[in-house]
């Protein structure tokens, strides 16, 4: 237990006073998660998978405008700009932003919309009453409306992507049929009781119609009768930061591998390593002390990338990282790819020949195993053979875990099994490691 | 009636072959060590004076022959053997980092040494090479010699009854030789043994009883200095006996 504690207490000194390469090994994961989770909440904007920013330009001043700006401001994933530099914009000032980045879309109701809506759905009424003889099958009017067809103007950022494209022309769409609706209804009503007066005076004589006393109005409810429910089988909304802090988290913890494999060759180049050997301390239980240091390090790492994600991001854009149900089982998968991350560094520190081998394989390896691994790019995007052999790399063991926990907020297969995984790995390279320095002491 | 003393160190028959190596590195060596007394082992480069140390500190298997320290058979009680064993390696095997007594209580905490007792052997042996004023000190920001003392004094924080010095003295100045070389003393004085590995012939002259000369992995010789010489009338110094002995051709 003595050298195990006094390894422990010496590793945490000598990386403590190492303060350039601790900065590295902090600012390393952190500058990439800054970074990378930014860059991927920008693409997820201009791809519509968050809140999308509009300008809303209003020429009209009618009803029409009223209610799209209405059915608009509902929307929680659009956020709608009413101004333009404290003034209302006009389509020029409008299309100048959104071509210069300023807002993914922008909306136009032309001068006339409402003017025109209502002429079209008071012809639609008329003809409707009219149409005693002259209905369809269906009963729909066949008379083809005099007046234009009114339309909203959208245009579109030319970096917005297509699927943002199809879901605000989706959106539009059923705003423009609600907005029908409700002119229609309007006109309807408004018609209806001379309508009705006129059909039965016409086919029932004007006797008919004044015995007939007051005549019922027509009342068209407002409330929506059917809508669509998201079952979520997330505990929180994907975003770029519950996917990317876990990923360079672990990416970072990894690369803990440089440092100490770095550490170990010095000690084996300049003989430290053989005045260890020689003292009648265990070489395992001293080495247990190595990877108990290293561990803790690369476990604080994880621990500020998840402060960061907490109280950071949010500070710059992003929605801030949600914990989600289960911490206890976070931090044991933290603890068990620290320890895996550790344990990979000691054996890659025994068997290299130099510190130059040590640390470019050590980085080499990590990047590699981090790309296979579903860290940069998530591995259900991979080719199916790439994919077939992320189940290979232990980032990928750590991230399937933590993504599950961070995403779905339980605490699935994935979790046991990369969680055993990590420890088996930190088993295996620990002895393999310890193997092989007391076969090559001399 | 035989008067028995038992050697502090025995080493009969000694062998060792590097893995893919084509001759052996040790072939055959004798080496008694008494208490109180510094064996000098000298040899050009290759001689298999570190290789013979390196087994003797455990931290080569022995392949072939037996090591017995204080009559502990190494290849039985090899732990055991351990806790009296110092090895003062050729690197200055030392965390740059660290303070010199860091340095000393970390390598000292692995032979069981904890508390007050490590922190006063270590604060003993800091005096013994001079560096009590500057023990705090990262050892990283030590001269040549201030780390050669410390690297020794890393060797003999858990008195060691067997001492292991592999070319001590190299690179440093006439005042730290001087130290080093009355600590040797003092050290035998208290009944150490020592195997002291050199190539200063004039060092190993005035400070070993016996000197043992190796070359290509053999003891070619053995004796104390006087005897050596004695034996061959016409070297006029240890310097050219050894020459004579082991050729003028470069080994490395």
């Given at each position: 237990?003595?050298?195990?504690?006094?390894?422990?207490?010496?590793?945490?000194?000598?990386?403590?006073?190492?303060?350039?390469?601790?900065?590295?090994?902090?600012?390393?994961?952190?500058?990439?998660?800054?970074?990378?989770?930014?860059?991927?909440?920008?693409?997820?904007?201009?791809?519509?998978?968050?809140?999308?920013?509009?300008?809303?330009?209003?020429?009209?001043?009618?009803?029409?405008?009223?209610?799209?700006?209405?059915?608009?401001?509902?929307?929680?994933?659009?956020?709608?700009?009413?101004?333009?530099?404290?003034?209302?914009?006009?389509?020029?000032?409008?299309?100048?932003?959104?071509?210069?980045?300023?807002?993914?879309?922008?909306?136009?109701?032309?001068?006339?919309?409402?003017?025109?809506?209502?002429?079209?759905?008071?012809?639609?009424?008329?003809?409707?009453?009219?149409?005693?003889?002259?209905?369809?099958?269906?009963?729909?009017?066949?008379?083809?409306?005099?007046?234009?067809?009114?339309?909203?103007?959208?245009?579109?950022?030319?970096?917005?992507?297509?699927?943002?494209?199809?879901?605000?022309?989706?959106?539009?769409?059923?705003?423009?049929?609600?907005?029908?609706?409700?002119?229609?209804?309007?006109?309807?009503?408004?018609?209806?009781?001379?309508?009705?007066?006129?059909?039965?005076?016409?086919?029932?004589?004007?006797?008919?119609?004044?015995?007939?006393?007051?005549?019922?109005?027509?009342?068209?409810?407002?409330?929506?009768?059917?809508?669509?429910?998201?079952?979520?089988?997330?505990?929180?909304?994907?975003?770029?930061?519950?996917?990317?802090?876990?990923?360079?988290?672990?990416?970072?913890?990894?690369?803990?591998?440089?440092?100490?494999?770095?550490?170990?060759?010095?000690?084996?180049?300049?003989?430290?390593?053989?005045?260890?050997?020689?003292?009648?301390?265990?070489?395992?239980?001293?080495?247990?002390?190595?990877?108990?240091?290293?561990?803790?390090?690369?476990?604080?790492?994880?621990?500020?990338?998840?402060?960061?994600?907490?109280?950071?991001?949010?500070?710059?854009?992003?929605?801030?990282?949600?914990?989600?149900?289960?911490?206890?089982?976070?931090?044991?998968?933290?603890?068990?790819?620290?320890?895996?991350?550790?344990?990979?560094?000691?054996?890659?520190?025994?068997v290299a020949k130099s510190y130059e081998q040590a640390s470019v394989f050590g980085a080499v390896s990590v990047v590699m195993a981090a790309a296979i691994g579903g860290v940069m790019i998530p591995s259900y995007a991979m080719p199916p053979g790439i994919r077939s052999i992320s189940h290979f790399s232990p980032l990928n063991w750590g991230l399937e875990a933590f993504l599950d926990l961070f995403m779905r907020g339980s605490v699935t297969e994935n979790v046991y099994v990369g969680g055993a995984l990590l420890i088996s790995m930190t088993i295996l390279c620990t002895l393999l490691s310890w193997i092989w320095l007391v076969r090559n002491r001399g | 009636m035989t008067d028995f003393v038992q050697p502090l160190l025995d080493v009969t028959d000694l062998g060792y072959t590097y893995p893919k190596a084509t001759a052996p590195a040790v072939e055959g060596l004798n080496l008694t060590v008494s208490g109180g007394e510094v064996l000098g082992l000298l040899g050009p480069n290759g001689a298999g004076k570190t290789t013979a140390v390196s087994v003797i500190s455990t931290l080569l298997p022995p392949q072939r022959g037996k090591i017995t320290v204080i009559g502990m058979d190494l290849s039985t009680s090899q732990n055991k053997a351990r806790a009296v064993i110092g090895l003062a390696p050729q690197e200055i095997a030392l965390y740059g980092s660290l303070t010199a007594r860091e340095n000393l209580s970390y390598f000292g905490s692995l032979y069981g040494m904890k508390g007050s007792e490590l922190a006063d052997r270590v604060e003993r042996r800091l005096s013994h090479v001079g560096l009590s004023e500057r023990a705090d000190e990262r050892v990283d920001t030590y001269s040549g010699g201030m780390k050669r003392r410390t690297n020794l004094a890393a060797a003999l924080v858990h008195d060691p009854r067997l001492i292991l010095l592999d070319e001590p003295t190299v690179g440093v100045d006439a005042q730290s030789r001087r130290l080093i070389m009355e600590l040797i003393g003092e050290l035998r004085a208290g009944g150490a043994g020592i195997i002291y590995t050199t190539h200063y012939m004039e060092e190993a002259h005035s400070l070993c009883d016996r000197i043992a000369v190796m070359d290509d992995g053999r003891k070619i010789v053995e004796g104390t200095p006087s005897e050596l010489m004695a034996a061959h009338p016409g070297c006029a110094s240890l310097e050219e006996l050894f020459i004579s002995l082991t050729g003028q051709g470069l080994r490395d």
């Amino acid at each position: 237990m003595n050298g195990f504690l006094s390894t422990l207490a010496k590793e945490l000194k000598i990386m403590s006073r190492d303060r350039a390469g601790l900065a590295v090994l902090f600012a390393m994961p952190i500058c990439l998660v800054l970074i990378v989770t930014m860059v991927q909440d920008n693409v997820m904007k201009i791809t519509g998978a968050t809140v999308a920013r509009a300008i809303f330009v209003d020429q009209d001043g009618g009803e029409a405008a009223r209610l799209l700006r209405e059915l608009l401001d509902e929307q929680d994933s659009i956020e709608t700009a009413h101004e333009l530099e404290g003034k209302p914009p006009t389509l020029e000032t409008a299309r100048e932003a959104v071509a210069a980045g300023e807002f993914l879309f922008g909306v136009a109701v032309v001068e006339g919309t409402s003017e025109k809506l209502s002429r079209r759905a008071d012809e639609l009424a008329g003809s409707a009453f009219s149409a005693g003889s002259q209905g369809g099958a269906d009963g729909a009017a066949q008379d083809t409306p005099q007046a234009d067809m009114a339309e909203f103007v959208v245009f579109f950022d030319p970096a917005s992507q297509g699927a943002l494209r199809t879901s605000v022309i989706s959106a539009l769409n059923q705003a423009a049929l609600g907005i029908e609706i409700e002119f229609k209804t309007k006109a309807l009503s408004a018609n209806f009781q001379s309508g009705l007066s006129a059909i039965i005076s016409e086919q029932l004589g004007e006797e008919a119609l004044a015995g007939a006393g007051e005549l019922p109005s027509f009342h068209w409810s407002k409330d929506k009768i059917a809508g669509v429910r998201t079952d979520e089988l997330v505990f929180v909304k994907p975003s770029s930061v519950q996917q990317n802090v876990p990923s360079w988290a672990l990416f970072g913890m990894f690369f803990i591998v440089v440092p100490l494999s770095g550490a170990i060759v010095r000690e084996r180049h300049d003989g430290m390593l053989r005045r260890i050997i020689a003292a009648p301390a265990p070489t395992v239980v001293v080495l247990g002390g190595k990877l108990a240091a290293y561990s803790m390090v690369a476990f604080f790492q994880f621990c500020v990338m998840v402060l960061i994600g907490i109280f950071i991001l949010p500070l710059l854009g992003p929605d801030g990282l949600e914990i989600g149900p289960s911490p206890l089982a976070i931090v044991l998968i933290a603890l068990a790819a620290s320890l895996a991350a550790s344990s990979y560094g000691m054996l890659v520190g025994s068997v290299a020949k130099s510190y130059e081998q040590a640390s470019v394989f050590g980085a080499v390896s990590v990047v590699m195993a981090a790309a296979i691994g579903g860290v940069m790019i998530p591995s259900y995007a991979m080719p199916p053979g790439i994919r077939s052999i992320s189940h290979f790399s232990p980032l990928n063991w750590g991230l399937e875990a933590f993504l599950d926990l961070f995403m779905r907020g339980s605490v699935t297969e994935n979790v046991y099994v990369g969680g055993a995984l990590l420890i088996s790995m930190t088993i295996l390279c620990t002895l393999l490691s310890w193997i092989w320095l007391v076969r090559n002491r001399g | 009636m035989t008067d028995f003393v038992q050697p502090l160190l025995d080493v009969t028959d000694l062998g060792y072959t590097y893995p893919k190596a084509t001759a052996p590195a040790v072939e055959g060596l004798n080496l008694t060590v008494s208490g109180g007394e510094v064996l000098g082992l000298l040899g050009p480069n290759g001689a298999g004076k570190t290789t013979a140390v390196s087994v003797i500190s455990t931290l080569l298997p022995p392949q072939r022959g037996k090591i017995t320290v204080i009559g502990m058979d190494l290849s039985t009680s090899q732990n055991k053997a351990r806790a009296v064993i110092g090895l003062a390696p050729q690197e200055i095997a030392l965390y740059g980092s660290l303070t010199a007594r860091e340095n000393l209580s970390y390598f000292g905490s692995l032979y069981g040494m904890k508390g007050s007792e490590l922190a006063d052997r270590v604060e003993r042996r800091l005096s013994h090479v001079g560096l009590s004023e500057r023990a705090d000190e990262r050892v990283d920001t030590y001269s040549g010699g201030m780390k050669r003392r410390t690297n020794l004094a890393a060797a003999l924080v858990h008195d060691p009854r067997l001492i292991l010095l592999d070319e001590p003295t190299v690179g440093v100045d006439a005042q730290s030789r001087r130290l080093i070389m009355e600590l040797i003393g003092e050290l035998r004085a208290g009944g150490a043994g020592i195997i002291y590995t050199t190539h200063y012939m004039e060092e190993a002259h005035s400070l070993c009883d016996r000197i043992a000369v190796m070359d290509d992995g053999r003891k070619i010789v053995e004796g104390t200095p006087s005897e050596l010489m004695a034996a061959h009338p016409g070297c006029a110094s240890l310097e050219e006996l050894f020459i004579s002995l082991t050729g003028q051709g470069l080994r490395d």
